[in-house]
């Protein structure tokens, strides 16, 4: 299971701050929604040229013009880029084919999305990556992820799950068995008085 970091409402500083201190504990880093609408590619560039190494994770949440928006993010250095699962079917199409040429991956963000119709349709399109999200305001209001038995009913090997949405240090236990691939955390870590600390507690739970 894989450790993706979100950064999401942080300034630029504060993002790179918080890779550097967090590095050695997570696999993916994740640039948030937000923070590419303040600083745009830029920050995907920068990311990428000081640390090569690391897959990056541009959370564009494209919904319409998927060539356009998955070139901005490859070509920005992304290794991975988020399409709204309740997006046209052309859209996804065209930013899995952009994807395949930069020898990157779609996530598809299945916020808002439930049930497996929808999954099921998405996979049949050639989409390997997916999410189980419930979003900020969601959590507010209270909502929660249903696992039903998403993952279960999937039988392709290929395919890979994440998960997101409030995960804390005292929900991973709860996740075991869950056959997740990749857990997204954000808050949990860099809201944290000692996001260091907070990285390395997660992650030692995931083992």
């Not at 040229?49 to 070509?75: H, N, S, W």
């Not at 992304?78 to 996804?92: C, E, G, L, R």
């Not at 989409?127 to 999200?133: C, R, S, Y």
């Amino acid at each position: 299971m894989k450790l993706q970091l979100a950064l999401d409402r942080l300034t630029k500083e504060e993002c790179f701050l918080m890779v550097e201190e967090t590095l050695p504990c997570v696999d993916w880093i994740e640039i948030g929604t937000g923070v590419i609408k303040e600083y745009g590619m830029d920050i995907v560039r920068e990311m990428k040229l000081r640390y090569p190494d690391v897959v990056l994770v541009a959370d564009m949440k494209t919904c319409d013009a998927g060539q356009f928006e998955a070139r901005q993010a490859f070509d920005a250095g992304a290794d991975i880029m988020t399409v709204m699962a309740f997006s046209h079917d052309k859209t996804i199409e065209d930013a899995l084919s952009v994807a395949a040429e930069h020898n990157g991956q779609i996530m598809i963000d299945m916020l808002q999305v439930e049930g497996n119709g929808r999954l099921e349709e998405l996979e049949s399109l050639g989409a390997m990556l997916f999410a189980l999200h419930i979003g900020k305001d969601g959590q507010a209001a209270g909502k929660h992820i249903k696992f039903q038995k998403e993952l279960q009913q999937f039988t392709n090997p290929n395919l890979k799950f994440a998960l997101a949405g409030g995960i804390t240090a005292s929900s991973i236990p709860t996740l075991k068995g869950k056959d997740f691939d990749v857990l997204i955390i954000g808050s949990a870590i860099t809201a944290s008085d000692n996001p260091k600390k907070a990285a390395k507690e997660i992650r030692n739970l995931m083992k």
